[in-house]
């Protein structure tokens, strides 16, 4: 009677959620009691229940109304999916039981007794990962809270749930810290893993040289073999067709081998502009998680959680202000706090509201330093063309246009006068840049790809 009750809800949710999300949060449901007081609802971990509970209590509710249970709560409960087998093993027992060994056979695989034994790094490798990211100095609030479950789970178990993982969110706000954590704590659980971190970037750039180079075949075999792929900033991939059809032949062999996959993106697959529809699709087979700033709350503990290392407690006035001063990006929020505290060690001064606020205020109006070179480079880089063409004689279409968003970058980021960007470019002529600069102007107002080409190169420019 239950279950048929629940597989009627479960049928109807099926039709108004989509197919990913069905499975992921859904399919492994069951109901564990009815009455009239409540209905208790069986999942198979934290992070479910949280989804379930906020997201989708309504909908349960409702489809439940429907099929004639009108209980005063609904509960969810967590009943380990690994019950059965914890029941037959004590949890002690040191050896990866069979289930899990099919469950992960890549990952290990990887400690396949064929192979030399001893020294397992002979065979597993960290690739990318910076070490100083990891979930125990990543604080959890509201926000990042369910994207933190879901790295801690796909930590876990890498290659059975939740995969691809797909964090998305904007600049500064932690989604580089957990996929890389998520790295660190698969290698600490493994060394012998394979785990590769890759931004989109160096991924593209290493295909443009493996092809250049013609060793296109080490470049598949190097990522292809990983046990953990983690891509961050897959937004940068958009547009450049050849490396997303690479890319998909990465992400099809990893995803078979039941190998895991995290990405990361400044916005969700679907908003992606000119991103492949059959790599969109692949994105959302597993679980997408939109990370949001953190609170203020949570703005405050990463404050005080950072100062802590530096040995200083900061006043209650101090950490508010600079809590309610940089709101959307912690990275920020880091550099104010950092800045603080160089200013005061330096002069031998505590930290307080003055200070703070005097720093706080010149930082916002001044720039970060960053040179004429580095835009032109990043520029280059963007359109994927040699730096000596931006700078040189061609006039070829695909070679001007990244030359007048340089210009034009030049005059919004440094104010560079026209004759001085023209030599910077290799211009005789200074009406070149004051025509480019204008050009792009107006066009970017009209022309929505521009605009994203231009907040992608200023974004990698202050990142
Ligand atoms: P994103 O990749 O989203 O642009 P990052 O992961 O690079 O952001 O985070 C920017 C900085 O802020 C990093 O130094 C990171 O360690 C720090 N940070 C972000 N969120 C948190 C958090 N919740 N707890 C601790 N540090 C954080
Ligand atoms: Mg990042």
């Not at 995969?163 to 932690?174: K, T």
Request: glycine share 6%; aromatic share 8%; net charge neutral.
């Amino acid at each position: 009677m239950q279950h048929n009750l629940w597989q009627a809800v479960l049928g109807e949710i099926e039709l108004s959620v989509s197919r990913g999300n069905f499975i992921t949060w859904f399919k492994n449901t069951t109901l564990i009691r009815q009455d009239d007081e409540r209905v208790i609802i069986g999942v198979s971990n934290v992070f479910v229940k949280q989804q379930l509970e906020r997201k989708y209590n309504d909908l349960i509710a409702e489809t439940l109304r429907k099929n004639g249970a009108t209980p005063a709560a609904i509960e969810y409960k967590i009943q380990s999916v690994s019950r059965a087998r914890q029941e037959e093993e004590p949890a002690s027992a040191p050896a990866p039981s069979q289930q899990q060994r099919m469950e992960t056979p890549a990952y290990v695989a990887s400690q396949n007794p064929n192979k030399p034994q001893g020294n397992t790094l002979a065979h597993g490798y960290r690739l990318g990962l910076n070490e100083r990211y990891t979930f125990e100095n990543f604080i959890v609030g509201s926000g990042n809270e369910l994207a933190y479950a879901a790295c801690q789970a796909v930590a876990a178990n890498p290659g059975t749930k939740y995969n691809p993982l797909f964090l998305y969110g904007g600049v500064g706000i932690g989604k580089t810290h957990l996929i890389q954590a998520v790295g660190n704590a698969v290698l600490a659980n493994n060394p012998g893993a394979r785990v590769v971190y890759v931004s989109s970037e160096q991924f593209v750039q290493e295909f443009v040289d493996a092809l250049r180079f013609k060793k296109n075949t080490d470049f598949a075999d190097h990522y292809r073999g990983a046990d953990v792929l983690i891509v961050d900033d897959v937004q940068f991939l958009a547009g450049k067709e050849k490396i997303q059809e690479e890319f998909f032949h990465t992400f099809n062999a990893i995803h078979q081998a039941n190998r895991q996959i995290i990405i990361s993106s400044d916005k969700p697959p679907r908003e992606i502009p000119t991103l492949e529809e059959r790599l969109r699709s692949r994105f959302v087979w597993g679980m997408s998680i939109d990370m949001q700033t953190p609170d203020f709350e949570t703005r405050c503990a990463i404050l005080q959680t950072k100062a802590d290392t530096h040995g200083i407690t900061l006043t209650t006035d101090v950490m508010e202000y600079l809590a309610t001063n940089v709101q959307t990006n912690i990275r920020e929020l880091e550099g104010a706090l950092n800045q603080l505290l160089a200013f005061c060690e330096m002069r031998g001064l505590d930290p307080d509201i003055h200070i703070a606020s005097s720093l706080l205020g010149s930082a916002q109006s001044r720039p970060k330093h960053i040179s004429a070179k580095q835009i032109i480079e990043r520029t280059a880089r963007h359109f994927q063309i040699p730096i000596e063409d931006i700078v040189g004689p061609k006039r070829d279409k695909d070679i001007v246009v990244p030359r007048q968003v340089a210009m034009y970058m030049l005059r919004s980021e440094l104010h560079l006068s026209f004759p001085k960007i023209a030599r910077e470019l290799g211009r005789k002529d200074h009406t070149t840049a004051i025509h480019s600069v204008e050009k792009i102007e107006k066009e970017s107002r009209l022309d929505a790809e521009l605009r994203t080409a231009i907040s992608e190169i200023k974004e990698r420019l202050y990142a």
